[in-house]
């Protein structure tokens, strides 16, 4: 069993920066990918970025690239996204995910993942 738990969200200006943590515990995450997914109101989860269990590799949404920094604390059991330049669509509950295939890939698939935390709300602001 692995437990995620998600913070940092918060409401925001427009342009305005923040950080999302996810805290990992339970099992050991350290050698599994790790992503975030965000889901709007009245719309379907979607992948916005990803990162392979050393942190070598990285993948993101291309609505978030450049904008966007995905990373995890050398315990490796805690994952960060930077998030810049907020724009009102941003606004959505983001969640943390753990994909336990040792496989190489960063997948961007929600039924890749196989735990969840609860998610942290973001509200961008104009």
């Known amino acids: 069993q692995v437990q995620l738990v998600e913070s940092g969200g918060r409401l925001v200006q427009a342009g305005g920066s923040l950080t999302l943590s996810c805290l990992a515990s339970g099992r050991s995450v350290a050698s599994f990918a790790m992503a975030w997914f965000r889901q709007a109101p009245g719309k379907e989860r979607e992948f916005v970025a990803a990162i392979s269990w050393n942190g070598a590799k990285t993948s993101y949404a291309d609505s978030v690239k450049g904008r966007f920094t995905i990373g995890r604390a050398p315990a490796k059991s805690t994952v960060f996204l930077q998030i810049h330049s907020l724009k009102p669509e941003d606004t959505a509950v983001y969640y943390c995910?753990?994909?336990?295939?040792?496989?190489?890939?960063?997948?961007?698939?929600?039924?890749?993942?196989?735990?969840w935390g609860q998610g942290t709300q973001v509200t961008v602001s104009l």
């Open positions: 995910a753990v994909d336990l295939d040792y496989g190489p890939s960063l997948s961007v698939d929600v039924w890749a993942y196989e735990y």
